[in-house]
């Protein structure tokens, strides 16, 4: 019964060769199907052969102090049961060689399979068996590694990772399959994976004989053995898939033959030691092994054709070291010995195996090259290797004889087989092709561009109707003429005719697929710029090429390119250079003497009063007033200058070099004496001058934005200073500009915040010194600014409409105040309010007023407006409306400030207004200046002459008073009675009213 089982077990292992086949066929590609196979029956050949001459006895033989045996040469039967050993073991011997073709398979001849099927089966697999397995049967002397206590129960080492150091040293010797690895690789997938399937299936049937077999009798270990070998290699291949599909989202059958091989291997040298548990833990772990193995390959560009390295390398290793992990050992041995045996025996096995076969094969290798030829490998090993083919390889034979025929001509082949049903669709397409060409051809003679083909001479081939209309000659005058001596000029034929003698591909020339600019001539020799480009077509023979030549005749986008670039650099109106040009100038400029420690300035000229010219004259004169004004500045600019109109009526001038400041006032003077005395435009005088803002960056220190917006700020003081003048930018200048943005932008915020408080200066009698009333004063106390007195933010926020949202503040802030007072039983004195011109000339001041009046129960007998005189005759008939809207709601109104403006008495006549009050400026030297005072007196004079109270203001000193009082003045306000005081202050000095 033992016997039965061992040669069943033998078949079984037989049958293992049979999936191996099958395996290594199906994971190749078609064209070297066959190849795989051959090899295959090969291996077995040669190893069962040496293995009965040699082999049997190298292993089994008398052993030589363990290291070899050294007798049982050419096997002779004994009893049965040496018979029955014999076959099983040559099965062992045949695996391991068909290991080590299958990682080489695509790319070796069929002679080096020979060749390395010997070395394994002569070399290495028997001393490395007797090593481990002598003694099994006899036990006579037992192999040295046995004796040191290594365990390998079926061969997981001595069969799978021998094979796999084997297959290893041969892969870095032969390297890669062509298109494996590097630029534009790709993994090569197998020809027949169903094919693949079945000899995964078929090794795991004979893989039962593998492992049962070696029990090498039937009794109840057995069933075990069989059961923890399928475990291990189920949950392998269930392990691969789960890990596959969790990164990959889906499953890849390949690997999942490997997976399943890769369990089955690493549960061989520990199968009749473990659990079940334990051997699905085994077979798990190399789930991992295999994968990880598979990624690192990849990663170290080692081809390996079918998986043998991860599979039965890694996890003969993993296998034969999990045997001191899991395997249940004797009481006298501990772990640790049993894994220092382990390691010992995987490393010998290594060294031996990979040493022997990298040294062997190296040197085999140098004197008969075993790998194929590219030309072979590209071919097919099933062809070159055994003169066999497909109807695949006969199919692309047929095309490739094609090549050198007529492309119209067809494919015969069976169309009864699927390879026949292709050519015959092959065929189907090649005609359409041909009927396809000749309407290119109707399509080329169309085309607006020129189509020019060229053979690799450079000869005409083909010319269509565009080429004849640009090139000014006929199709067949040129027709086998070498293009380029035709249509290049002499400087350019020789280089256009070295491109097309290097395939249009060497730098400096016309190359292909790119659209090359290059000069050309036609008939009547007159030159021109083309767009070309160059595409290469094969031709209908082999080693065949034309070129096709598409030409645009570019010289009219040229020229057009050339006037938008200069569009792009030009103001149209003055044509001088614009703003973008400047700036692009601009920053080129300081880099470069920021390197060479020089300076650049920009002036900034702004025609003042352009605005209202333009609008009086027309945009037509306004034009030809600024053509004027560009070709006055043309006169001033030097060699290095760069002139631009910046702005509708603002032109600015960059200057470079070594600028001291005297170079800088005199250029500045320079310009202004040129743009002085504009001449009358339609017998008028145009009334417009010019102002300069000037900023310097010295050794590079600001950039061109920063530049930009100095000479802006420079020219806005300019302006402030009056016509004809300029101003250097400093860093005042740019502080002042900074604190008015910082107060516009918080002026919103002191409104929500309260930040705003009225002051109350008193207005008092000159005669009696009695209190007249208030004027409300604005003080705004920012957090972090501190006091901010009118005069530094009104300015500012004049002309937006904050300026109205301030007034109708300070307008409820005063009846708040009035209606506070009345609360105590204050006597009322009327209190004046500052109304800006925009808020006076808006529709919301009457009706915030009466709003207010409304909501407080303030009568308005209690407010007096004051208006500047410059508001009031801005606008005559609008002010006299506004101004009577605001006397039938009973409020006083007075014109501040005057003697400053240029008030029209008329005007001041049939205005209802009620006080005058003269400037401070009058009073400040009235005392001593009696131009002062006759202006006081003057004013005095006029305001009693229309019934009109005067009030004078900033009266600081006794001497002034009494000289105001002596000319008849009413009230006056100023420090030397007092200062704007805070309400509290201000409500001491109200008389409070008698009881009922």
Known sequence: ???????????????????LLCVESGLVRSKNSIHVAAKNISDFIIAASIFWLIGYGLIYGTSFHGLIGTSQFLFEPGSGSNVAFFLFQMMFCGTAATIVSGAVAERIHYNSYIIITIIISLLIYPVIAHWVWHGNLDNQTLGWLKQTGFIDFAGAS?????????????????????????????????????????????????????????????????????????LSGVWSGAGVILIHYTYYRFVDLPIVINGVIGGLVSITASCHLVTTLEAVIIGGIAAVIVTVGRRSLEYLQIDDAVGVIPVHLLCGIWGTLAVAVFADLPADISRWQQMQSQLIGVIVIAVYSFGIAYCLLKFINHWYRLRVNSQSEKLGLNIVEHHISTEIYDLFSKIREQDEMEVSSTLCMDTSSEVGQIAERYNRIVEKMYENEKQIGALLDAAMDCIVTVDQEGKIVSFNRSAEQCFGVEKNVVIAKSFFHEFAGQRECKKYLDSVKNGFTQNGGILLNRRNTVFLRRQNHEQFDVELLVIPIRGQKLNQRYYTFYIRDTSHLHNLEKRIQELSHQDSLTGLNNRNYLITQLRARIALHKRSNSNVALFLFGLNQFHRLNNSLGNELGDQFLHEVADKLRRIIRHNDVLCRWDGDEF????????????????????????????????????????IGIALSIKGECNAAELIQYAEIALTESKKEGNYSYSIYNSAMGTAVKNKFRIESSFLDALKNNELQLYYQPKICCKTGALKGFEALLRWYHPRLGLIMPDAFIPIIEGSPKIIDLGEWIIEQVARQIVEWQKRNKVICPIALNISGEHFHSEKLLSCIQRVMSKYGVSGRYFEI??????????????????????????????????????????????????LKIDKVFVRESHKNKE??????????????????????????????ALLTAQGCDVYQGFYYSPAIEAEEAEKQLKTKRGK
């Open 1 to 19: 019964m033992d016997s039965i089982w061992v040669i069943l077990s033998a078949l079984l292992v037989f049958i293992m060769q049979a999936g």
């Open 158 to 230: 001595v069969v799978h990772s021998t094979g796999g150091w084997v297959a290893l040293a041969a892969l870095l010797i032969i390297g890669p399959r062509a298109g494996r690895f590097g630029e534009g690789g790709a993994y090569i997938i197998g020809s027949n994976l169903p094919l693949a399937s079945l000899g995964c299936l078929l090794i795991i049937f004979g893989w039962f004989g593998f492992t049962g077999g070696s029990v090498l009798s039937w009794n109840e270990t057995v069933p075990h053995i069989l059961l923890n070998t399928l």
């Open 652 to 691: 600015m001038l960059l200057i470079s070099g070594e600028l001291s400041p005297s170079t800088i006032k005199n250029r500045a003077q320079e310009a202004l004496l040129a743009l002085k005395n504009f001449p009358s435009i339609d017998n008028e005088k145009c009334g417009v001058s010019c102002s």
């Open 866 to 915: 004051e208006i500047t005189e410059s508001v009031l005759t801005s606008n005559t008939l609008d002010s006299l409306a506004i101004m009577q809207a605001l006397k039938d709601a009973e409020l006083r109104l007075s014109i501040d400030d005057f003697g400053t403006g240029y008030s029209s008495l008329s005007y001041l006549k049939s205005f209802p207004v009620d006080t």
């Open 932 to 961: 002062d005072a006759a202006i006081c007196q003057a004013v005095i004079t006029l305001a009693k002459s229309l019934n009109l109270n005067v009030v004078a203001e900033g009266v600081e000193l006794q001497e002034q008073l």
